[in-house]
């Protein structure tokens, strides 16, 4: 059976649209769906000198597989023409339409992921919008209390315990009931979306050296590591929490399912200098796939047609895997 995939281009002054756009000019066995609008597909194409044949969705007719150089549209109306590399505050609302088309269309069942283009969160907020990215937005459409963020590329995954928070109220974000809330649906992801019967799961501490035994910060003594073994006790296999500045090294990566960070940037550097443009964000916890790119809406590359497809493809091509429960093949060590 032929499954439809909804895709968000996101900023539409960014290159999500580019990348989409250069994507669609091979066969894809599914039927890609871009949440967006057809004059802005139109003129980025004519800027690219990519062909383009777009065909209005109609979900009343049976989904069919997307040929080279055609792509189903579902119309989302901009506010203001876009520009490539200039963001205009106008087209906010826009972005998050796009969003909540592929949240109601994927809760509907009319889709089976969506995947989407990155968006960029300053524009959004200066148009009078509290975003502070796809996660948490996606979490609060479907009324879904908690949601993990994870990246993922060849060798190594990796988790977070907080996302898009200011780095001075981490420390408090990290609780009891957030590692309990975020380790169990990591734990159940990796079981049921990626096939892995005994998690190995390897947590960052929070403070340098995971808190030198309570001399540089407390939160490991009194909350992470008794958590750790409450979970523990449960039947998890969870190993630390382990300083952050020694763990990426594969004698602990290559015993580890996913690697837990408890902030963004304590995480993500490390995954995105091993695969940066080659990494995939997958949001787990959320009652439909939803997979995304590594990296940003790189404005500086907007409409020049130099911008990388490597994650947004990588992007597509898991949430297939996903969608058709496949084995994923990223990240097999
Ligand atoms: N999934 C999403 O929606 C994401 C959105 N963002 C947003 O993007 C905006 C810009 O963020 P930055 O930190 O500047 O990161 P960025 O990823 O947009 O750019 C960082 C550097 O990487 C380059 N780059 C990025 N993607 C590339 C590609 N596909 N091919 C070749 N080079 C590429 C850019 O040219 C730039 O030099 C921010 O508003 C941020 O919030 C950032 C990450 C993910
Ligand atoms: N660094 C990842 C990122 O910012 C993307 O977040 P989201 O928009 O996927 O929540």
């Given at each position: 059976?032929?499954?439809?995939?909804?895709?968000?281009?996101?900023?539409?002054?960014?290159?999500?649209?580019?990348?989409?756009?250069?994507?669609?000019?091979h066969d894809w066995?599914?039927?890609?769906?871009?949440?967006?609008?057809?004059?802005?597909?139109?003129?980025?194409?004519?800027?690219?000198?990519?062909?383009?044949?777009?065909?209005?969705?109609?979900?009343?007719?049976?989904?069919?597989?997307?040929?080279?150089?055609?792509?189903?549209?579902?119309?989302?109306?901009?506010?203001?023409?876009?520009?490539?590399?200039?963001?205009?505050?106008?087209?906010?609302?826009?972005?998050?339409?796009?969003?909540?088309?592929?949240?109601?269309?994927?809760?509907?069942?009319?889709?089976?992921?969506?995947?989407?283009?990155?968006?960029?969160?300053?524009?959004?907020?200066?148009?009078?919008?509290?975003?502070?990215?796809?996660?948490?937005?996606?979490?609060?459409?479907?009324?879904?209390?908690?949601?993990?963020?994870?990246?993922?590329?060849?060798?190594?995954?990796?988790?977070?315990?907080?996302?898009?928070?200011?780095?001075?109220?981490?420390?408090?974000?990290?609780?009891?009931?957030?590692?309990?809330?975020?380790?169990?649906?990591?734990?159940?992801?990796?079981?049921?979306?990626?096939?892995?019967?005994?998690?190995?799961?390897?947590?960052?501490?929070?403070?340098?050296?995971?808190?030198?035994?309570?001399?540089?910060?407390?939160?490991?003594?009194?909350?992470?590591?008794?958590?750790?073994?409450?979970?523990?006790?449960?039947?998890m296999n969870i190993?630390?929490?382990?300083?952050?500045?020694?763990?990426?090294?594969?004698?602990?990566?290559?015993?580890?399912?996913?690697?837990?960070?408890?902030?963004?940037?304590?995480?993500?550097?490390?995954?995105?200098?091993?695969?940066?443009?080659?990494?995939?964000?997958?949001?787990?916890?959320?009652?439909?796939?939803?997979?995304?790119?590594?990296?940003?809406?790189?404005?500086?590359?907007?409409?020049?047609?130099?911008?990388?497809?490597?994650?947004?493809?990588?992007?597509?091509?898991?949430?297939?895997?996903?969608?058709?429960?496949?084995?994923?093949?990223?990240?097999?060590?």
């Amino acid at each position: 059976m032929t499954i439809r995939i909804a895709i968000t281009p996101g900023e539409p002054a960014g290159i999500g649209p580019d990348l989409l756009l250069k994507l669609i000019q091979h066969d894809w066995p599914v039927q890609l769906v871009a949440i967006a609008d057809k004059s802005l597909l139109e003129q980025r194409a004519k800027q690219l000198c990519l062909p383009l044949k777009l065909i209005e969705f109609n979900d009343s007719e049976p989904a069919k597989t997307s040929q080279a150089g055609e792509l189903y549209f579902s119309q989302i109306d901009l506010a203001a023409p876009a520009i490539p590399g200039e963001l205009n505050e106008a087209n906010g609302e826009y972005v998050l339409h796009t969003l909540r088309h592929a949240s109601e269309q994927n809760t509907n069942g009319t889709f089976a992921a969506v995947v989407t283009g990155p968006v960029h969160k300053g524009i959004i907020n200066k148009a009078g919008i509290s975003f502070s990215g796809h996660t948490e937005y996606f979490a609060q459409q479907t009324n879904t209390s908690d949601v993990v963020m994870m990246l993922a590329t060849q060798g190594l995954r990796v988790a977070l315990v907080t996302t898009h928070i200011p780095l001075a109220y981490v420390s408090k974000a990290v609780t009891e009931e957030r590692l309990i809330k975020v380790t169990e649906i990591l734990h159940h992801d990796l079981q049921e979306k990626f096939g892995i019967k005994n998690p190995r799961i390897l947590m960052c501490g929070l403070n340098p050296h995971a808190g030198e035994d309570g001399h540089l910060g407390t939160e490991e003594l009194e909350t992470i590591i008794p958590t750790v073994q409450r979970l523990n006790e449960t039947g998890m296999n969870i190993t630390g929490p382990l300083p952050a500045d020694t763990l990426f090294q594969d004698k602990y990566l290559n015993q580890t399912d996913a690697v837990l960070a408890m902030y963004h940037d304590q995480g993500l550097p490390v995954l995105k200098y091993k695969g940066f443009g080659n990494s995939v964000n997958i949001t787990l916890g959320l009652p439909f796939i939803r997979t995304s790119v590594d990296h940003g809406t790189a404005l500086d590359l907007a409409g020049t047609g130099k911008a990388e497809v490597g994650s947004f493809e990588l992007a597509i091509r898991e949430a297939i895997h996903l969608a058709t429960k496949d084995k994923v093949i990223i990240n097999d060590r």
